[in-house]
């Protein structure tokens, strides 16, 4: 890659928030669900493989240390190992049919002057039309990287 363009999307990445390591299962339990509604054919697939996945969380509930972190990057590698080559993407988000199609223009573009209507959105918007936070892991400063790659938002 070019070192400008690197540059460039370095000034937009957001740092990864600190995660406890029952927030880190969590997010690997519910990206197990999006891959395996990715796959399944039909909603009773669906809960059957989804029954099965929870007994196989449930079976290593009360593991800690070391184990507990092996079982956690075994899970991510096999998370990977099954990902879809084209995953399903809600219309509204990065990669769907509908993503930026009506985008609400910045309130400094509709009123320059800056003298905003009592009834404006005192909110920025993310992309994914979801409020803009800190801490949220998406931008709380009105800037986002969108890569079209990889269907997500940094």
Known sequence: MNSAFIAAGAQFKQKAPQLT????????YRHSLKT???WAINR???I???????????????????????????????????SH??????????????FMRNPPLPMDVCF??????????????NPDMSICREGSGKSFDGRVLVDFTSKSMS
């Open 85 to 98: 080559p084209d995953p399903y993407r809600i219309p509204h988000m990065p990669g769907g049919s509908m």
């Open 48 to 82: 059957e493989e989804a029954t099965k996945l929870r007994a196989r969380f449930d079976s290593s509930r009360g593991l800690t240390g070391d184990q507990a972190h092996q079982l956690l990057a075994d899970g991510k590698a096999e998370l990977f190992e099954y």
């Open 112 to 125: 320059p002057d800056g003298d905003l209507p009592a009834d404006a959105p005192k909110v920025e918007l």
């Open 44 to 46: 009773d697939v669906f």
């Open 36 to 38: 395996l509604n990715d």
């Open 21 to 28: 390591h029952n927030q880190q299962v969590a997010r690997l």
